[in-house]
């Protein structure tokens, strides 16, 4: 189902909404390929919106909090927004401070992307010209959302450049099992399986692997909930206005790797990827405005599971000239 919503300085901006046998659906927009809605039922079969969004369309033009998007080039952050690999260096925006934050001032995020459904699938392409964002090479991405009929948002990513340069993408969705915003996401509990993850410097940016034993804060292998995280005093807490923005290193690959349960709806989340990585958010700089899900925003309003490479590491996401970039993440919506 495609339906006009708006009309951006870019141009018209439309919705697209997929659905599964079970009921449970999706709608996206050709901006930013962001998901607005995701309808999944709780316990008592109610189905509701289950990520957060913006109540007035057009303020995903400029999205603060990169509500349900994919971001890239590179998602998270790039010290001193400079990306440096085999002997070159290309300044990028500096959106965040004197940093560079997910693929810059509009990366993919802000861009109007070509949709085509098919069935219970979404596709949304994008030529990225060379120079776009000053990053180098023309790239191709495809994304591709589809519900299967067990409840699974299954996320696809390719690319392909014509020339060798960084790719990490990642999609920005808030997660909130309450549904319809009714609650903040303190209540949630959140299991990883990571036994490593980043510590932060003052900008955000990742610096040390630490072994999450050395900090129990960030130890969630048995689960725990986020309000217990947000209380404790650690001083990486407090670095991010109070919660989670840290990349975590998963123990395995293409296995389950996170799970968030609410307890009072008996919604729950699992996560598998091939990704290696995890940034995890808690929604610490949510602010009352712009509002959000029916005039409700507030710190905490949703938790965002960025699977990716580790930001900054440019290295280890150089997508060498003809090669295809390919990832996918599953997540699975059920029932305690």
């Given at each position: 189902m495609k339906k006009k919503v708006a009309t951006f300085s870019d141009g018209d901006v439309y919705s697209y909404k997929i659905e599964n046998s079970q009921g449970m659906s999706l709608t996206a927009i050709n901006f930013g390929a962001a998901i607005t809605e995701i309808l999944v039922p709780d316990q008592e079969g109610v189905k509701e919106n289950v990520v957060i969004h913006y109540d007035d369309i057009s303020l995903y033009e400029t999205n603060p909090h990169y509500l349900g998007v994919v971001v890239g080039r590179t998602?998270?952050?790039?010290?001193?927004?400079?990306?440096?690999?085999?002997?070159?260096?290309?300044?990028?925006?500096?959106?965040?401070?004197?940093?560079?934050?997910?693929?810059?001032?509009?990366?993919?995020?802000?861009?109007?992307?070509?949709?085509?459904?098919?069935?219970?699938?979404?596709?949304?392409?994008?030529?990225?010209?060379?120079?776009?964002?000053?990053?180098?090479?023309?790239?191709?991405?495809?994304?591709?959302?589809?519900?299967?009929?067990?409840?699974?948002?299954?996320?696809?990513?390719?690319?392909?450049?014509?020339?060798?340069?960084?790719?990490?993408?990642?999609?920005?969705?808030?997660?909130?099992?309450?549904?319809?915003?009714?609650?903040?996401?303190?209540?949630?509990?959140?299991?990883?399986?990571?036994?490593?993850?980043?510590?932060?410097?003052?900008?955000?940016?990742?610096?040390?692997v630490k072994s999450v034993e050395s900090r129990p804060t960030f130890d969630f292998r048995k689960g725990k909930l986020l309000n217990e995280m947000?209380?404790?005093?650690?001083?990486?807490?407090?670095?991010?206005?109070?919660?989670?923005?840290?990349?975590?290193?998963?123990?395995?690959w293409n296995e389950e790797k996170v799970v968030l349960v609410d307890q009072l709806s008996g919604r729950s989340l699992h996560v598998k990827t091939d990704d290696p990585a995890i940034v995890i958010y808690s929604g610490n700089q949510v602010k009352q405005s712009p509002l959000l899900n029916k005039g409700k925003a507030e710190k905490y309003a949703g938790i965002c599971l960025e699977t990716q490479m580790p930001p900054n590491e440019t290295k280890s996401y150089i997508v060498e000239k003809g090669n295809v970039y390919e990832k996918q993440t599953t997540f699975t919506f059920g029932i305690l």
């Open positions: 998602s998270g952050r790039t010290k001193d927004a400079m990306l440096k690999f085999r002997d070159q260096e290309f300044q990028l925006d500096k959106n965040d401070g004197n940093n560079h934050l997910h693929g810059g001032e509009k990366g993919l995020a802000k861009r109007i992307w070509d949709v085509t459904q098919k069935d219970n699938t979404l596709i949304f392409e994008y030529f990225s010209a060379d120079g776009e964002d000053n990053y180098p090479g023309d790239v191709q991405f495809k994304i591709s959302y589809t519900l299967s009929d067990s409840n699974q948002l299954i996320i696809h990513y390719w690319a392909l450049p014509n020339e060798t340069t960084p790719i990490n993408l990642t999609n920005h969705s808030y997660f909130n099992l309450t549904g319809n915003l009714k609650r903040n996401i303190l209540g949630h509990h959140l299991t990883v399986a990571s036994s490593k993850f980043y510590e932060l410097d003052e900008e955000s940016i990742p610096l040390d947000i209380a404790d005093s650690d001083d990486q807490i407090n670095l991010v206005g109070g919660g989670l923005d840290h990349p975590f290193i998963f123990d395995k």
